[in-house]
């Protein structure tokens, strides 16, 4: 199940059971029982009717209002953010932020569960602002992440995925070099044959595979003139990797190794996006050849690409009729029309394609 539909029946959970009491007490059916929120994907506006729901709803009494109207407004923030309606999922966070202030935690962990639900804000509203490029402001939103998670007092430092978006933020802001500081330090503690969690949370930061993060730190090494040392971060994970699987356990596992998630090839393909970078096509070619074999056996997403960039190496070679076959060979896969997770860190920490 994609997370955004988690997210999407967590919320309806919330607004169906304020809804039932509504429909308990008038004895009859609304405009919005049975209807499904932002499915089957997030679109402009999906969430608009839940929007103007909670606006005409009365102020929250008690504890158990304020949580639910707290957190509908967190959660329909994403789904905002999810179908790109950004000054609407700014303007949710900012609703939310508001009624957290009003809101009076109690109990034993009521420190904890402020902490919490301030964290997930401030996640939400810093993706928010690497997304539509404020940089500054998305740093500003991080130091309040880490001085919440310094109070909570986690030993282990911040977060992987916070440190990447740190970084995003830096990059954006012209300052490359502090953020490499950050990147190289985490590249230290990346655990490339270790195991996926078998389950994340439905909120805040989700566990961040750490070949993906790889996978990023090299493209920065790349754009930062470090070509070497990318070609030799992604051959050190590719070799990490097909170790790992060499020796994982014949029975499977909850989660499954990080070695095994994502694009087989990918990392083959961005040491061969390097070296076509760098004009060095005899060494891009097997690399292309053997993510081709890869591509065709699994019908992998990357094919076209692949396909496209064997066909500028025989362009360029003069041969011209393997390269017209190939691009007709990429131009025939139907194009995978599909929802697409959006990435705050993309246009500063993005990947190689």
């Not at 997370?3 to 919320?11: A, N, R, T």
Request: net charge positive; with cysteine.
């Amino acid at each position: 199940m994609k997370k955004w539909i988690v997210y999407s029946l967590v919320l309806l959970l919330a607004f169906d059971r304020a809804q039932a009491a509504d429909n308990t007490k008038n004895n009859q059916k609304t405009q919005f029982d049975d209807s499904p929120v932002c499915e089957p994907v997030p679109v402009s506006k999906c969430w608009k009717r839940l929007a103007d729901y909670l606006e005409k709803a009365k102020p929250p009494q008690n504890e158990r209002e304020f949580g639910e109207q707290l957190f509908s407004y967190i959660m329909m923030a994403k789904l905002a953010y999810w179908a790109r309606d950004f000054s609407d999922a700014k303007k949710f966070n900012l609703l939310a932020v508001d009624l957290s202030k009003k809101r009076k935690f109690t109990g034993r962990d009521a420190d904890m569960s402020a902490s919490i639900v301030g964290i997930m804000i401030n996640i939400n509203l810093a993706n928010l602002a690497l997304s539509t490029r404020e940089y500054a402001e998305a740093l500003g939103y991080l130091d309040q992440y880490s001085s919440i998670w310094g109070k909570l007092g986690k030993p282990e430092g911040e977060p992987d995925e916070l440190v990447l978006m740190r970084c995003a933020a830096l990059i954006g802001l012209q300052r490359a070099s502090e953020a490499e500081v950050l990147l190289e330090q985490l590249l230290k503690k990346l655990n490339f044959s270790g195991r996926a969690p078998w389950e994340a949370n439905p909120i805040g930061l989700e566990p961040v595979n750490p070949y993906e993060s790889g996978r990023r730190i090299a493209a920065h090494f790349m754009r930062e003139g470090k070509h070497e040392k990318a070609l030799v971060l992604l051959q050190s994970m590719e070799q990490k990797r097909a170790q790992t699987i060499s020796q994982m356990p014949k029975e499977p596992v909850a989660g499954g190794y990080w070695a095994t998630h994502g694009e087989p090839t990918a990392l083959l393909d961005d040491q061969a996006a390097i070296y076509l970078k760098l004009g060095r096509d005899a060494e891009a070619e097997p690399l292309l050849r053997a993510s081709l074999l890869v591509q065709e056996k699994k019908a992998g997403k990357r094919l076209p690409l692949v396909l496209t960039r064997l066909a500028e190496l025989s362009q360029r070679k003069g041969q011209i009729a393997e390269a017209d076959a190939l691009m007709l060979r990429a131009k025939a896969i139907p194009k995978q029309e599909q929802w697409e997770k959006i990435d705050p860190l993309a246009q500063t920490l993005g990947y190689l394609d």
